[in-house]
């Protein structure tokens, strides 16, 4: 039996993979679909497969310009949490929590979940009242958290530095213990592999050149592959969602921006749980490789470009060494950029457009991965329906001329 295992492993050591069954299909795309989805990373793909699972609607297809998984799904520090301020917020990312909580038997894919608990610490008695207030909303809106004071701190994170002596010293923590990571470019998989099994056409490759309108609805998409048609077309395309807006006429109220994340080279377990600190300005983790996983604010200039700038990497950097001084002998491995879309009150949007048949979920800012199941849930029922899911009420494209805004910059210390 042994000798009979080492022959498969050798025989499969030398095959490079290429008898290994695809995890989905590679197909052209068909004249038409009922449904479009503009946008091969997280959300799309989640609403891909939402919309079969949910609303039984198969002959969709999802149209990437890149590879799968290539954007702002493969960009990101992996963090998911829902411990929000506003009502609204609270209600939509504890959804996607639960979601994600449930994800891997869902979609009989390993997502790698890991609920080792996100500190925000609190320098300060502005934070430290913020902290307690936010603590008293979550349970009320049905969401863990705790706050745990200083002295406690050293026995949940001993590398912290906890010196009163610091520039800003450490006070205490908002602790959700359900908060955590999960692997970015499973997640993606997960999603593609459970939609394609339900009849979705993934087609990779494929940029989006325009939006054709008859009679003021959209009616399909122009491509590198040429016309797609459907009646309607879903726009989930992290970074660049108002360039394929004005493709339809439609302007949105969004800018783009790059979001850097670094990480170190692989050392041995020194922090299980995720750290975010709003004022020294820096949240870390560290990943199953033994990696430290590290990010902070988004550049400061509108950019499409997935590089970032040196200025931002010195100051994560700066901010970590404050927090944790052992990391000074740490070498840095590799950086990466994102390209997010912001909207002027940090929250998303998703719903319907002036232009009939024309779906948008974009503006979740920092905060895209983490909302990926429950944003693709919510988004695959307004496309389905035709009308917004109660979770995403608020977030319409008309509360930008109404000034009915949900303000979650101050509130939840956005920045992931």
């Known amino acids: 039996m042994a000798r009979y295992s080492i022959a498969a492993l050798a025989r499969n050591a030398r095959s490079h993979h290429e008898k290994w069954p695809a995890a989905w299909r590679s197909p052209e795309p068909k004249p038409a679909y009922d449904v479009i989805v503009v946008g091969g990373g997280g959300h ?105 004071p200083r002295a406690d701190l050293p026995r949940h994170i001993p590398i912290l530095d906890t010196s009163p002596h610091l520039r800003f010293p450490v006070l205490g923590a908002l602790l959700q213990r ?83 994340a670094l990480v170190s080279e692989p050392i041995k377990p020194v922090l299980d749980c995720v750290i975010n600190s709003m004022t020294v300005h820096v949240y870390v983790s560290q990943s199953d490789k033994g990696e430290l996983v ?13 590089r970032g700038s040196i200025p931002v990497i010195e100051d994560t950097i700066a901010a970590l060494l404050e927090l944790f001084p052992i990391a000074s002998r740490l070498k840095m491995l590799r950086q990466w950029a994102g390209v997010v879309d912001v909207c002027p009150d940090a929250s998303p949007i998703v719903g319907k457009t002036p232009v009939d048949g024309l779906f948008i979920n974009c503006g979740w800012g920092t905060g895209g991965f983490k909302a990926t199941p429950g944003s693709g849930f919510v988004f695959a029922h307004t496309v389905a329906t035709g009308e917004p899911h109660p979770l995403v009420a608020r977030y319409g494209l008309d509360r930008f001329a109404s000034g009915d805004l949900v303000d979650e910059h101050a509130a939840s210390g956005i920045q992931h």
Request: charged share 20%; hydrophobic share 45%.
């Open 178 to 260: 359900r908060a955590g990571t999960a692997r970015h470019d499973a997640v993606a998989w997960g999603f593609a592999r459970a939609a394609d099994a339900r009849g979705v056409d993934i087609i990779q490759n494929c940029e989006v050149t325009g939006i054709r309108r008859e009679g003021g609805r959209a009616v399909g998409v122009e491509t590198v592959k040429g016309f797609i048609a459907a009646p309607k077309v879903a726009l989930v395309a992290a970074g660049h969602s108002s360039v394929l807006a004005a493709m339809a006429g439609v302007r949105l109220p969004c800018r783009s921006m790059a979001l850097q």
């Open 294 to 306: 590290l990010g902070s604010a988004m550049d400061r200039y509108q950019s499409y470009g997935q």
């Open 44 to 148: 799309g793909l989640a609403t891909a497969y939402y919309l079969a699972k949910e609303h039984g609607l198969t002959n969709v297809a999802v149209v990437e310009r890149g590879w799968l998984g290539g954007g702002n799904v493969a960009r990101n520090t992996t963090v998911v949490r829902s411990n929000y301020l506003r009502d609204e917020s609270a209600a939509l990312y504890e959804f996607s929590l639960k979601l994600f909580e449930g994800l891997s038997a869902d979609l009989n894919y390993n997502v790698m979940l890991s609920q080792r608990g996100l500190y925000m610490l609190c320098h300060n008695e502005h934070e430290l009242k913020d902290a307690h207030r936010r603590a008293h909303a979550m349970r009320l809106n049905g969401v863990d958290s705790e706050f745990v």
